[in-house]
Every structure is written in C-alpha cells, then in structure tokens.
C-alpha cells in the first residue's frame, strides 16, 4: 500500500496540481511544503524548527508531499513509499512560473502561506533555469541512497495524464 508521496521537481514542474490530483483519487491528505515552510508575508522559519516540522510531517501515517527543499529531501525519501519526479524541461517551467506571475487569479495560490502572494525575480528563474545543473545531480545522489524506493519519473503532461490513469 501506498501511504507516503513525496513529489518533486522544478519549481513550475507541476507538483501541487499532481499532489491535488493524487490527493482527488487516493484520499491521502496533501502537505504543501511551500505552505509549511513560508510564514506570512515570505517570513521563514528558523532552521531547528523547520528541521522539527518535517521531522514531524514525515512521521505522519499518510501524505502526499510536494515541494523541493534540497536540504530535506534526502530524509522525505527515507519516509516516502513512492517518489515521483516531475522531470519537467526547463522552458516550460518557466513558462509556467511566468504565467502565474501575470495571471491575476495564480497570484495567490492554495499551496503557499498566507500573504505569500506570487512575486518573482531573476533569482529565481536563475533557479530554474539552472535546476538540471545545480540540483537534478544531488537528486540522482539520493535516489541512487534510496534504490530500494519506488521510483517514477514523469516528464511531460502526456507520462502525468498516463499515470494518473493508472490510479484506481
């Protein structure tokens, strides 16, 4: 049975609408780590104490987790029964994050805290753009820890509507 999701990819990727949707067809509660991790107004939490609360959510019975955080993914994957990796290429992730800075209606999203409206800046496409450089290899490190998990990657929207196919 599986009882821990953990998705992640590229900002843009596409991994809250997955978690929405996996979350519509199993029943598994959502964790929007963006949502945890932010306060209001884009105020971030103290180390120890994010380190606590993922601690904590990771232990929880059933999720499905979505968000990257490099700095705990390796301890997500140990807790996950299934990882999926939205593989997503670049342009249209950027596209994607574009988009939800211009359309009125994505400038606050469900997944991400209060009054953390969408605000971007060119940090953060860098981010994207250089996603396969700086983080893709660390995720291949922790899968390669992690060769025991299920593992499915998922690189454009034809695989993610395939695979929501094959979920009763």
């Known amino acids: 049975m599986t009882n821990r999701i953990l998705i992640i ?14 979350e519509e067809k199993t029943g598994l509660p959502v964790i929007h780590l963006d949502r945890e991790y932010f306060k209001p107004n884009w105020e ?22 979505d968000g990257n955080y490099i700095s705990s993914m390796e301890l997500r994957m140990q807790y996950a029964d299934l990882i999926i990796w939205l593989d997503i290429n670049r342009y249209k992730c950027l596209y ?52 025991d998990k299920k593992v499915i990657i998922l690189k454009n929207n034809k695989d993610i509507k395939t695979y929501l196919k094959t979920i009763l």
């Open 9 to 22: 990819g590229c900002c843009g990727s596409g991994k809250s609408t997955l978690a929405k949707q996996l």
């Open 44 to 65: 971030k939490p103290e180390i120890s104490d994010w380190n606590q609360k993922i601690l904590n959510l990771c232990k929880e019975n059933k999720w499905i987790m």
């Open 96 to 147: 994607r994050a574009i988009k939800r800075v211009i359309l009125p209606q994505k400038r606050h999203r469900s997944d991400m805290g209060e009054g953390c409206n969408e605000r971007h800046d060119l940090e953060f496409y860098r981010f994207i753009w250089n996603f396969n450089k700086t983080i893709k290899p660390r995720i291949l490190e922790f899968l390669k820890l992690h060769r």
